[in-house]
């Protein structure tokens, strides 16, 4: 890669560059060929340093995986499911609440969760009358503050459904 890069670049802009030695380092970055991945909230701990292959997160950006050799990047975290792709090949997935994502430049992964759960633990049935029953506070919410929270309730249950429902 290294020679790739001071193939394209001439040599007498690389001569004028002020900073050579940052150029160096990226050009000469040693990449991780696996993911230390570190899972952790407040009611669980997940992973605790474990090698996996890929973690899928939502943020609130948008959602996005992330592989060993992921740039390094800061993100938040919004309701849904992460998708962690083991090493053996199997998934498991998560529901989060909110939280933060590290992805360092080491290649480790470190996600900070306000509250998960394991998707397993939840039933469809279960979900869908929570779901109902929160429909039904919205829709009879007066106040703002009410109706906000009833909003909250709804978008919860739907992305819990929604969770349990998809393969």
Partial sequence: MAS???SIVSPKLLSTMKNSKSLNKVINR???DQMSFTFVSANQT???NQSVKQVDVPS???SFGILPNHVPILAVLKPGV???HEDDGSLKKV???SGTVTVNDDS???ILAEEAHSLDKFDLQAANEALREAEQKFNSATGETEKAEAQIAVE???AIVAAISSP
């Fill in 4 to 6: 790739f890069i001071r």
């Fill in 30 to 32: 040693n990449y991780a």
């Fill in 46 to 48: 997940f992973y605790t």
């Fill in 82 to 84: 992460i998708t962690v």
């Fill in 108 to 110: 480790s992964v470190q």
């Fill in 60 to 62: 609130l950006n948008g």
């Fill in 156 to 158: 919860a249950g739907q």
């Fill in 95 to 97: 529901l989060v609440s």
